[in-house]
């Protein structure tokens, strides 16, 4: 069974950091992109940062210049530094496994590569 396993989450001031780390377990993931997205109330659920087998990265353009996102294989992990934030930033961040682009969007092959969501908080 695949879990994906967020941490990382709180409340930050604007122009503060915040570090997202994902845990997978259940299969391994070398070989595939992994990736975060942030869903706003009423929205639904937008890339942030994929990062894929080879190492090739794609951002949003509303985080360009401000987040990073790495991966450990070995570790079977993914990460998002959150720099420079801003309240509009505010929103649950999702990591994801197996991700894929399809129709123009991105999103997991399987519903269930998604983790759990943790809260982001950006006050002014």
């Known amino acids: 069974q695949v879990q994906l396993v967020e941490s990382g989450g709180g409340l930050v001031q604007a122009g503060g950091s915040l570090r997202l780390s994902c845990a997978a377990s259940?299969?391994?993931?070398?070989?595939?992109?992994m990736g975060w997205f942030r869903q706003f109330p009423g929205k639904k659920r937008d890339f942030v940062a994929i990062?894929?087998?080879?190492?090739?990265?794609y951002y949003a353009d509303s985080v360009k210049g401000r987040f990073t996102i790495s991966r450990d294989n070995a570790k079977n992990t993914v990460e998002l530094v959150m720099n420079s934030l801003k309240p509009e930033d505010t929103a649950v961040y999702y990591c994801a496994a197996d991700v894929v682009k399809s129709g123009g969007s991105w999103a997991p092959r399987i519903d269930d590569y998604w983790g759990q969501g943790t809260q982001v908080t950006v006050s002014s």
């Open positions: 259940g299969r391994t993931f070398s070989g595939y992109a």
């Open positions: 990062i894929d087998w080879l190492g090739r990265i």
